[in-house]
């Protein structure tokens, strides 16, 4: 099993810096209006004009942000630093604060929605670029935007986090993330993309003071600091907001007769949008919401969490094939499974697997982990053009009408899952 994992660690090590990463250094860098193109198709045509999604490059700084602090190497850096500054200069709203949806091609303001998934990923990214380089100004707009959420999206009634709102924080009809989704107030999707952002925020805070530096003040356009200090309250203020969310995850979001996590709710947490179940949020979540409470440090929480990130993680083998590959979604009213082989789906579940064997000791589970890298190896690796395709059918063939890059096709669900299997064994 060791020489198993050290392999595993090895060819993602490569396929991380030089199918992931340096296509996105070779291909999508936008060197006409800045930051990088919105999209390349499946066919590898690059659309230089097509709309740039505050997603994808939250997710392109968050990416090189991890690369440059696991792996050192100054080109991930630069790549990183030109994603932090073009997202400072295009997408914060500097008049009502956030960040815009989605830009044109030049960097002016195309959708100017306020959807707080995207604000989670800026603040993941933010977040991560502190961590792999100390910026001050990096950290100040993370904490701008987590009170943005803390302040416009957290229901103080039923708890929990609403989807979106208008540019300037008012009720918006149509809250959903995509076309893919169902119009409801709340769903499992944001609230762990707002998970995932405040366990990396709260983890950069905490690692700045252990750090032992002094003197931290919110300035917005700060030049990188010599000395950042956290106050003690903004660290219990943001410790709070993820105590809050992992116990939404334990008593709400989870269905506690099935184990699998529900997608869509009204604001008081009535079940919306039938029987659905989403194999793929279902093993990303389990890891990350073991992350949370491993990086919150409460022994009781833990206590709590861990019986349930192997439930869920047990669940979502519902979703999984004999050749370790894991389908996305099914609805259960329908009786329609959406059988296609996503890339972001696969990259999870090799991580969700190895966190299972990892903390639980379960060597059916490096298996399981093992036969998806395979799958991914076989036939998501776009080994000649870079990166990865969309998904993959049960007969084997590859989609390209689906982006290579996109609003949501970018270099963070794979580039994270060799992260996590480098970092997870270092030794």
Same mark, same amino acid.
């Given at each position: 099993m060791v020489k198993k994992v050290i392999t595993m660690k090895e060819e993602m090590m490569d396929v991380l810096q030089h199918n992931i990463l340096s296509f996105w250094m070779s291909n999508m860098v936008d060197t006409e209006n800045g930051g990088f193109y919105g999209q390349m198709t499946g066919e590898g045509v690059l659309m230089k004009e097509a709309e740039k999604g505050a997603i994808l490059n939250a997710r392109i700084l968050w990416s090189f942000s991890a690369a440059y602090r696991v792996l050192r190497k100054p080109e991930y850096l630069e790549m990183a630093t030109r994603a932090k500054d073009y997202i400072i200069d295009h997408f914060i709203d500097q008049e009502y604060g956030g960040v815009y949806w989605a830009l044109d091609f030049k960097g002016q303001p195309k959708d100017t929605k306020k959807q707080f998934y995207a604000i989670g990923f800026m603040i993941y990214g933010l977040s991560?670029?502190?961590?792999? %380089?100390? +910026?001050?100004?990096?950290?100040?707009?993370?904490?701008? @935007?987590?009170?943005?959420?803390?302040?416009?999206?957290?229901?103080?009634?039923?708890?929990?986090?609403?989807?979106?709102? %208008?540019?300037?924080?008012?009720?918006?009809?149509?809250?959903? @993330?995509?076309?893919?989704?169902?119009?409801?107030?709340?769903?499992?999707?944001?609230?762990?993309?707002?998970?995932?952002?405040? %366990?990396?925020?709260?983890?950069?805070?905490?690692?700045?003071?252990?750090?032992?530096?002094?003197?931290? *003040?919110?300035?917005?356009?700060?030049?990188?600091? =010599?000395?950042?200090?956290?106050a003690q309250q903004t660290l219990d203020r943001v410790e709070a907001s993820l105590r809050n969310l992992i116990g939404i995850f334990c008593?709400?979001?989870?269905?506690?007769? =099935? !184990?699998?996590?529900?997608?869509?709710?009204?604001?008081?947490? %009535?079940?919306?949008?039938?029987?659905?179940?989403?194999?793929?949020?279902?093993?990303?979540?389990?890891?990350?919401?073991?992350?949370?409470?491993?990086? @919150?440090?409460?022994?009781? &929480?833990?206590?709590? *969490?861990?019986?349930?990130?192997?439930? &869920?993680? /047990?669940?979502?083998? /519902?979703?999984?094939?004999?050749?370790?590959?894991? *389908? !996305?979604?099914?609805?259960? +009213?329908?009786?329609?499974?959406?059988?296609?082989? !996503?890339?972001?789906?696969?990259?999870?579940?090799?991580?969700?697997?190895?966190?299972?064997?990892?903390?639980?000791?379960?060597?059916?589970?490096?298996? /399981?982990?093992?036969?998806?890298?395979?799958?991914?190896?076989? !036939?998501?690796?776009?080994?000649?053009?870079g990166e990865w395709w969309w998904s993959c059918d049960t007969e084997g063939q590859i989609n390209r009408k689906d982006d290579k890059a996109g609003f949501w096709k970018c270099p963070y669900h794979n580039s994270r899952m060799c992260l996590e299997v480098i970092e997870r064994f270092k030794s």
């Open positions: 991560e670029y502190v961590r792999a %380089t100390g +910026d001050r100004e990096a950290l100040d707009y993370a904490l701008q @935007l987590y009170e943005c959420i803390e302040e416009h999206s957290l229901d103080h009634v039923y708890n929990g986090y609403i989807e979106a709102c %208008t540019r300037d924080w008012g009720k918006i009809a149509d809250m959903r @993330l995509s076309e893919l989704d169902a119009n409801y107030p709340k769903s499992q999707n944001t609230h762990l993309h707002i998970i995932e952002p405040y %366990t990396n925020l709260y983890r950069c805070l905490k690692e700045l003071r252990e750090a032992e530096s002094c003197g931290y *003040v919110p300035s917005i356009g700060a030049v990188l600091p =010599t000395n950042i200090t956290v008593d709400k979001i989870l269905n506690a007769e =099935t !184990h699998h996590l529900d997608l869509f709710f009204e604001n008081d947490w %009535t079940r919306g949008a039938g029987h659905l179940e989403s194999y793929g949020h279902d093993i990303e979540c389990s890891w990350l919401m073991h992350e949370a409470a491993l990086v @919150l440090g409460d022994q009781r &929480v833990l206590h709590k *969490v861990e019986p349930i990130v192997q439930m &869920v993680a /047990k669940a979502s083998e /519902k979703g999984l094939q004999a050749d370790g590959a894991m *389908v !996305h979604e099914a609805n259960l +009213d329908t009786g329609h499974v959406d059988t296609d082989f !996503h890339w972001w789906v696969q990259a999870e579940n090799v991580v969700g697997w190895i966190n299972i064997y990892q903390y639980f000791g379960d060597e059916g589970a490096l298996e /399981k982990a093992s036969r998806c890298w395979d799958y991914i190896k076989q !036939h998501l690796i776009d080994y000649e053009g």
